[in-house]
């Protein structure tokens, strides 16, 4: 449909953010002037945890900390209730220092851009880069009970009655 933005508030919270940054704030967080061709995790079934790149929550100001959690709300706010909680009870037990933001790609509107949030628990990746930046992934992958596992491949390696 014409006129419709998907993950319209999640693209435009991470741009309010940089577009917050002061120059060296900045140059913390855009690790890239090229964005990634998609999410860094792809399909895998756990969750890498990314390099520590990116600016620090310890490293923004109130207004912008403030813009990171209200990221941070919008992709738990889509979230089952309970998977959500969850997840924000981690995070705030992992610590919000050591959080990060991380850009790569364009800064303006319509070009080809990735961001990612990572902390301790937990990993939030987002890309637009396909069809001429009309294409979206997003995840929230966790680095520990992510719902990529293998249960079922799990049960059958772990459980005596399968094995031989």
Do not use: C
């Not at 520590?52 to 403030?66: N, V, Y």
């Amino acid at each position: 449909m014409r006129g419709t933005r998907s993950l319209a508030a999640e693209e435009d919270l991470a741009r309010a953010l940089l577009g917050s940054l002061d120059d060296a704030q900045r140059a913390q967080a855009v690790v890239s002037p090229a964005a990634p061709s998609d999410i860094l995790t792809s399909n895998a079934r756990k969750a890498d945890v990314q390099e520590q790149k990116g600016i620090a929550f310890a490293d923004l100001s109130a207004e912008q900390r403030g813009l990171l959690l209200a990221v941070i709300e919008e992709y738990a706010g889509v979230q089952p209730e309970a998977v959500a909680r969850k997840r924000v009870e981690r995070l705030r037990a992992a610590g919000f220092d050591r959080i990060r933001f991380a850009w790569m790609g364009g800064r303006k509107r319509g070009e080809p851009h990735y961001h990612r949030i990572q902390g301790p628990t937990f990993l939030i990746e987002y890309d637009n880069t396909q069809d001429d930046a009309n294409h979206i992934h997003s995840v929230w992958r966790d680095f520990d009970g992510d719902f990529g596992i293998d249960l079922l491949e799990q049960h059958y390696r772990n459980s005596a009655h399968h094995q031989q």
